[in-house]
């Protein structure tokens, strides 16, 4: 254990955790204002999600509080033991798990469900940091990222099982710590972009279509630059794959994906229009963020919220409240905290002294802005519903837990960065 002044010394980063205290109180409030029950009005009334989710803010604080008191070294010792746990865990639900919302993935500890999914994002943060870190100073290679990708294939697989694709697709976004450590390269990350731009235009359009204009633009980009055979031939190969990626879409999505997922991004992407099925969601909670217009209806005040046209508006769709009651400059606000803490986060990423720790920030940043990015993307229309709670503001002791630890061991290490070796 280290000295406790250091929890009030000058080097804890008093800034982020006003932003994350800030979001906290507003997803309580904002939870309050979206399953307000009038025969239990009192905020902290332990009948209702708002006064368990004050429960949760304050096992959380006291949680944080004993994250800051302990040796920074320890989350590295103890990184591949709860990597382990987590792992059985996520066995352990699918075999005695309940079910809601069709996904096994909560155990029920008396009033309480633990959802292991959330701790396996912090476990294997922690793992995939020390990991990474014990290479930093060694030639990025093959082997690395091998072994760096399959302690998140793990995870991910037992959460596939579930199924709870949100929370497996959130492992995916750790791809950005591998490029911050020479890992990927720029070049592969604009390939998977251009992935993402093909999938999405050949569920638009004739995967014929699409091969046509890719060949006229390779065909041109090799004109362009015949004297330089490399060009030539990255071209080439640039139309072959992209080609074959096109080909194989229509497969993925017709044989891999769910029917609930196709329908999903059909609607996202406008091919149908299903405002009493699956678009329901989607529509309601345009709605509801739309007529909160520029300040808001006031709090308490959300007819959409009120007569619970929104499902799930505590848990995923807590955004949807937020716009309703606050309006678009309340929306901002939220966002604004969002940019902030991200930033903050990176800052404190790179002025780490050790790469365990730095890795480490980065995973923290990553898993942030995909569910930031996500979440509130799905609420206004611009992702298919996956089903991934906001940090912080959302309803969920496993979620708000898992968040802040999250956090606060990153903070933990900049606390304590002069000593770190």
């Avoid at 029950?37 to 902290?44: R, T, Y």
């Avoid at 760096?148 to 697709?169: E, F």
């Avoid at 059909?266 to 699956?278: A, Q």
Wanted: charged fraction near 10%; aromatic fraction near 16%; include cysteine.
């Amino acid at each position: 254990m280290t000295n406790q002044r250091n929890i009030f010394g000058g080097n804890i980063d008093w800034v982020t955790i006003l932003i994350w205290f800030c979001l906290c109180i507003i997803g309580w409030f904002n939870i309050h204002a979206a399953v307000f029950d009038p025969e239990h009005p009192s905020i902290v009334s332990l009948n209702t999600n708002y006064g368990r989710q004050f429960i949760f803010i304050i096992a959380s604080m006291i949680t944080a509080f004993f994250i800051m008191m302990i040796d920074s070294k320890f989350f590295n010792y103890i990184s591949p033991v709860f990597y382990g746990i987590t792992l059985l865990l996520l066995v352990l639900v699918l075999l005695v798990g309940q079910n809601v919302g069709g996904n096994q993935a909560w155990i029920s500890i008396g009033a309480f469900k633990l959802q292991p999914s959330e701790f396996a994002k912090l476990s294997s943060c922690l793992l995939l940091a020390r990991y990474l870190g014990d290479y930093t100073n060694k030639t990025p290679n093959f082997k690395t990222l091998f072994f760096g990708a399959l302690i998140l294939l793990a995870p991910v697989c037992l959460i596939m099982l579930q199924p709870d694709t949100g929370s497996a697709m959130t492992f995916f976004s750790l791809v950005f710590v591998f490029y911050r450590e020479g890992y990927i390269s720029g070049q592969l990350l604009l390939f998977a972009l251009l992935c993402i731009i093909l999938f999405i235009l050949s569920l638009l359009f004739s995967e014929w279509y699409i091969i046509g204009t890719l060949f006229v633009l390779c065909a041109l980009g090799a004109f362009l630059f015949r004297r330089n055979r490399k060009a030539i031939s990255s071209a080439i190969i640039l139309f072959v794959a992209s080609a074959v990626f096109v080909l194989f879409v229509d497969f993925a999505y017709n044989h891999i994906l769910q029917p609930h997922q196709r329908h999903r991004i059909d609607v996202v992407l406008g091919k149908i229009d299903d405002p009493r099925g699956k678009g329901y969601n989607l529509r309601q909670s345009k709605i509801a963020i739309g007529s909160g217009q520029l300040f808001g209806k006031g709090y308490l005040q959300g007819t959409q919220t009120k007569y619970n046209f929104v499902p799930e508006q505590s848990t995923d769709f807590i955004f949807c409240t937020v716009g309703e009651e606050w309006g678009f400059v309340g929306s901002m606000v939220v966002v604004s905290l969002y940019l902030a803490l991200l930033l903050k986060v990176i800052q404190i990423a790179e002025r780490q002294r050790t790469s365990f720790a730095r890795v480490y920030g980065y995973c923290v940043a990553s898993i942030f802005f995909f569910h930031f990015f996500i979440n509130i993307g799905m609420t206004i229309g611009i992702v298919p519903v996956i089903g991934i709670p906001l940090p912080f503001l959302s309803y969920g002791g496993s979620s708000l837990l898992s968040f802040t630890v999250l956090l606060f061991i990153l903070l933990r290490f900049d606390s304590n960065r002069k000593g770190l070796v």
